[in-house]
């Protein structure tokens, strides 16, 4: 089995509490009278603080998506080569050692990809393997470890990274007081990860004890692709969001983890370890409902978006290393799971045994 050697998580430098965004997205908003409704979207989004990839008075400077994609690339560089740093020398390896590297973004477009980008800078093999994946989104953490998983199966002597690199704030439209760029003006964040797993062969000789990934399974529901994602404007990239994702949650998530588990024997109720994405309260609410938890079994997940908002595909991951480095370590089985754009959930069996 794939075993998890290190996550790493990295935020910018650049940390407000949550008002103080609130009144300077309100001024990009430029809607007055959705100000109000701005502010209390804003308070109700369970977020105290996030970090911006740039310092708040910036964000007015920002004219068009050139100029914003430009930052988002320059920023995306710096902490994705801190991410996939952390992680390398927090599993006691050399950038040489790394076989494979994913990266996914949803925030931001860069060709060459981001991981192509970090390369040189950071030292990987020139040979290493790069797998970009762009569209995820919020589901793309769980999704990005399942593909690692995926592909150690295959090279049980591989090492493999999974880079995240997240900027939201940079997505931000100016002008557009629909209630969904108001919702996600308030709840997300930015934020990087990287994530590094050996394959068995590896794992056994270099004696890792990490969480193995035993299994994953993907489910697309049909006719959700207006539910989550973008759309591509000549103002950037403009957010779909739907208040049908509680819902979905509601409809779906309970019935996926069912059959998961069942494929391996167990039940809801073997599972000590829960490492769910902080979609919103009202998300969270909904996995606590559908899995019959509650908030202290979530509570990496609350806090997380409490402490820097919802990350989107590095947000699970955030939450995967609150879980790793809490006092008492994790013992049994284990679920990681995320929702994102199409709609649709990614679920992965991990085990501390």
Not at 177 to 203: I, P
Not at 320 to 333: M, V
Request: contains cysteine.
């Amino acid at each position: 089995m794939t075993v998890i050697a290190a996550v790493h998580p990295v935020l910018p430098e650049h940390r407000y509490p949550q008002r103080d965004i609130t009144e300077l997205f309100a001024q990009l908003i430029g809607d007055p009278a959705r100000a109000a409704v701005m502010r209390r979207l804003h308070g109700a989004a369970g977020v105290r603080s996030r970090h911006l990839a740039v310092p708040l008075e910036r964000y007015p400077e920002l004219a068009d998506f050139t100029e914003s994609n430009d930052v988002f690339i320059a920023s995306a560089v710096e902490l994705g080569a801190e991410a996939v740093t952390g992680a390398v020398k927090q599993a006691g390896l050399s950038m040489h050692d790394v076989d494979l590297v994913v990266s996914t973004t949803v925030t931001g477009i860069a060709a060459p990809s981001l991981e192509a980008r970090i390369a040189n800078r950071v030292g990987l093999r020139p040979d290493v393997k790069r797998m970009p994946m762009f569209g995820l989104g919020c589901v793309a953490g769980a999704a990005g470890v399942a593909r690692l998983h995926d592909y150690l199966r295959g090279d049980p002597d591989g090492v493999a990274v999974l880079l995240s690199v997240e900027l939201c704030s940079l997505t931000v439209q100016r002008g557009d007081s629909s209630t969904a760029n108001l919702v996600a003006s308030g709840l997300f964040g930015d934020g990087a990860a990287a994530v590094l797993a050996v394959g068995d062969r590896r794992a056994e000789s270099l004696a890792e004890t990490g969480p193995r990934v035993v299994d994953s399974i993907s489910h697309l529901y049909p006719d959700t692709e207006r539910t989550m994602g973008w759309d591509v404007t000549s103002g950037g990239l403009k957010i779909v969001l739907s208040a049908d994702v509680p819902s979905l949650a509601r409809e779906h998530l309970g019935v996926d983890v069912d059959r998961f588990l069942a494929r391996h024997g167990v039940t809801v109720d073997d599972i000590s370890t829960w490492i769910c994405h902080p979609g919103g309260p009202k998300v969270i609410e909904a996995i606590q409902d559908v899995l019959d938890v509650g908030p202290h079994e979530l509570r990496h997940t609350w806090d997380s978006l409490a402490e820097v908002g919802n990350l989107s595909s590095a947000s699970v991951l955030d939450v995967f290393a609150r879980t790793l480095a809490q006092p008492d370590p994790p013992e049994g089985l284990g679920v990681l799971m995320a929702m994102g754009p199409g709609f649709c959930s990614e679920l992965v069996l991990l085990d501390w045994r």
